[in-house]
């Protein structure tokens, strides 16, 4: 089978790798890709994400198959509904939800509104734009601090703000309601804050039947002790000791179950990933939000830990009949740690020249989030997320330790990491 991928971080190198173990690969390519992943296929640097008429003609050149959309801007912005719009491209299998499905992400208040709909655990929350100011300021002062805020549409993970002062809350909503993220923000949802725990549990759905691939974990603020600015991740566990079955069992009944039926409900066709991030309040869980897509950087710890044929599962999913596939999960720890560059997620600076180990093992992997080669060949930093160091391990100390091994043998100036990945699960087990 050929199959496209399309994406060039750290989540789109695990899937890359993921699926080049597949005997029933045939060709992959990846689009845009990066260094990291020609070694598994053959990466089109100049074609971008949302360069939906470059895709359809690779598609067509190609021979694909099977799509595979990593993130999810062009989900949101409907590559799906271009794709099957297309001559010839009518049947072509996707994974990955058309332009409505996406909306689980694309829009807050669609998101809300839906959990609302069918019954799912989720923060009280009311939506505002500008016409309703007041009224927002009013909601404001029936919450308890901390305030959430949140820009209805994406804005490059951003989008969520929490503020301790009813000051700061009152600002930042100002501030988003004229424009800080442009039509993104033209309506806030504000909610209730949740006390609790995190953890990412990802849907892999034919529109009807589903399977749960292994729960993960991943820290997202750039300092330790989970202080500092939000990221795009700073690392990532899998599976997470207190997402056991008695959770998972509610897991499935009160939130993956009435999602599915609620999706169809709505006339959906959602064959995708959907990734529910879930906040573990004293044992029951309650969505914080929904993505159309995998994880980053999760995806480089899960992938770490499926043991079935991947590609079985992705044309499944897409062809909208799971079946009888039997998803075949790691009794191993799956660890990751994200290395990135100093000043980020500020600013930071780019093509600084990188020296790693090469030969890497099956339990001990290097992924490429933000590299590139420069005019010499040599690879060089190009982004705030470089790489990860991601392992397997009998027990989650040892995954970690092999991560923090390898890590330490990458060179950069700048690397930055946090040291503290996993801590808060090893105290809890
Ligand atoms: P996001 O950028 O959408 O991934 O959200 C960023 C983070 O904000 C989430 O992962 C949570 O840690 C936090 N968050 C979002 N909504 C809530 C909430 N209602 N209560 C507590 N924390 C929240
Ligand atoms: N790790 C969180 C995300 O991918 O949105």
């Known amino acids: 089978m050929n199959i496209l991928l399309l994406g060039s971080g750290g989540r789109e190198h695990a899937l890359a790798w993921r699926i080049a173990r597949s ?207 939000n990221t795009g991740g700073m690392g990532s566990v899998s599976p997470v000791v207190f997402a056991d079955e008695a959770f998972m069992q509610r897991v499935e009944e009160r939130v993956i179950r009435p999602t599915i039926k609620g999706l169809r409900a709505e006339g959906i066709d959602y064959r995708g990933f959907i990734f529910a991030g879930l906040m573990n309040v004293g044992g029951d869980p309650y969505v914080i939000e929904y993505n159309c897509r995998m994880g980053d950087p999760e995806t480089e710890s899960v992938m770490l830990r499926i043991d079935s044929d991947f590609v079985d599962l992705l044309e499944r999913m897409a062809r909208g009949h799971l079946g009888d596939y039997h998803l075949e999960e790691s009794s191993q720890y799956a660890a990751t740690v994200v290395l990135v560059s100093e000043g980020y997620p500020e600013s930071y600076a780019k093509g600084i020249p990188i020296s790693y180990p090469h030969a890497p093992t099956f339990d001990s992997l290097l992924f490429h989030a933000g590299t590139s080669r420069d005019d010499s060949g040599h690879l060089v930093t190009s982004g705030g997320r470089v790489l990860t160091a991601s392992c397997l391990g009998s027990t989650l100390a040892e995954a970690l330790e092999r991560c923090y091994k390898l890590a330490d043998r990458v060179q950069y100036t700048g690397k930055t990491l946090r040291r503290d990945i996993g801590q808060d699960l090893l105290k809890l087990s």
């Open 23 to 229: 005997p029933r690969l045939s060709q992959l390519f990846i689009a845009p890709g990066n260094p990291g992943m020609s070694l598994y296929g053959t990466c089109m640097p100049r074609i971008g994400v949302t360069d939906f008429a470059a895709i359809a003609a690779l598609i067509r050149r190609e021979h694909i198959e099977l799509l595979v959309v990593g993130p999810e801007v062009p989900l949101v912005e409907g590559i799906v509904d271009y794709l099957h719009g297309e001559a010839g491209l009518t049947d072509l299998l996707i994974v990955g939800p058309d332009a409505k499905g996406a909306q689980l992400e694309g829009s807050k208040d669609f998101s809300k509104a839906f959990m609302q709909r069918y019954g799912i655990p989720t923060a009280a929350y009311r939506t505002f734009d500008k016409s309703t100011l007041s009224e927002a300021i009013d909601y404001l002062k029936t919450l308890q601090p901390p305030y959430v805020l949140k820009a209805d549409g994406l804005a490059a993970g951003k989008g969520v703000i929490i503020s301790e002062s009813l000051e700061e809350a009152e600002r930042e909503l100002r501030g988003l309601l004229s424009g800080r993220f442009g039509s993104a923000s033209t309506r806030v949802v504000i909610e209730e804050y949740l006390h609790g725990i995190e953890c990412s549990v990802f849907i892999a759905t034919d529109g009807s039947d589903w399977r749960v691939l292994p729960v993960a974990k991943d820290y997202k603020r750039i300092g330790e002790g989970d202080t500092g600015l």
